[in-house]
Nanobody, 121 residues
Framework: QVQLVESGGGLVQPGGSLRLSCAAS????????MAWYRRAPGKQRELVAT???????NYADSVKGRFTISRDNAKNTASLQMNSLKPEDPAVYYC???????????????WGRGTLVAVSS
């Protein structure tokens, strides 16, 4: 069993910064990729950033240059540094790990429950 817990959300002013963290607990063999998603009210979940096992990264155009995803393989954590936050960035942010379970299930997606990011003056 694997569980993810996000932290670091909160309320910031436009142009401010937040750093989100995602910590994994439970048992798994390896993590292939980590990702951050977000879902705003009334909208579908969208991909924000991904980081693969080789540390290659991809970002949504809307956050490119402002957000940075990173991972700590030893600690099995992922972070999302969010700078220059805009009014359109508020959402519940979710981390996702693509893992190989102890049952040898590859590509199993494990999701956190989300952390709220709000941007307001």
């Amino acid at each position: 069993q694997v569980q993810l817990v996000e932290s670091g959300g909160g309320l910031v002013q436009p142009g401010g910064s937040l750093r989100l963290s995602c910590a994994a607990s439970g048992s798994f063999l390896s993590v292939y990729a980590m990702a951050w998603y977000r879902r705003a009210p009334g909208k579908q979940r969208e991909l924000v950033a991904t980081i693969a096992s080789g540390d290659s990264t991809n970002y949504a155009d809307s956050v490119k240059g402002r957000f940075t995803i990173s991972r700590d393989n030893a600690k099995n954590t992922a972070s999302l540094q969010m700078n220059s936050l805009k009014p359109e960035d508020p959402a519940v942010y979710y981390c996702m790990f693509a893992v190989t379970s102890e049952g040898c299930i590859e590509g199993l997606e494990v999701w956190g429950r989300g952390t709220l990011v709000a941007v307001s003056s």
